[in-house]
């Protein structure tokens, strides 16, 4: 069984920096595509940003410029480094793995891993 757990969210003031981490069991890791995605208040599921088995990363314009996907094979595990937070940036972030919707279009929720998601609240 697949299962996708995060740690990291939490409280930042606007400006200020945070560090998602997933770790994954039941998969094998090293060859699977490893994405986050996020609900921001209010809105919709949105893509963040994909870490593929060649090393390859791929950002949205959700973020771009703000965070930094990352993964250690060895670990089982993937990160968002994500910097100058804002406001709009609040909302609840997912680790997700095989999950359908193309990076331009919204991921689709009843399909593929989830983990349970971990809230990322900017707020001074």
């Known amino acids: 069984e697949v299962q996708l757990v995060e740690s990291g969210g939490g409280l930042v003031q606007p400006g200020g920096s945070l560090r998602l981490s997933c770790e994954a069991s039941?998969?094998?890791?090293?060859?699977?595509?490893m994405s986050w995605a996020r609900q921001a208040s209010g809105k919709g599921l949105e893509w963040v940003s994909g870490s593929f088995p060649d090393g390859s990363t791929h950002y949205t314009d959700a973020m771009k410029g703000r965070v930094t996907i990352s993964r250690d094979n060895a670990k089982n595990m993937v990160y968002l480094q994500m910097t100058n937070l804002k406001a709009e940036d609040t909302g609840v972030y997912y680790c997700?793995?095989?999950?359908?919707?193309?990076?331009?279009?919204?991921?689709?929720?009843?399909?593929?891993?989830w983990g349970q998601g971990t809230q990322v609240t900017v707020s001074s």
């Open positions: 997700t793995t095989g999950v359908r919707g193309a990076y331009y279009l919204a991921p689709e929720r009843d399909s593929g891993y």
């Open positions: 039941g998969l094998t890791f090293s060859r699977s595509v």
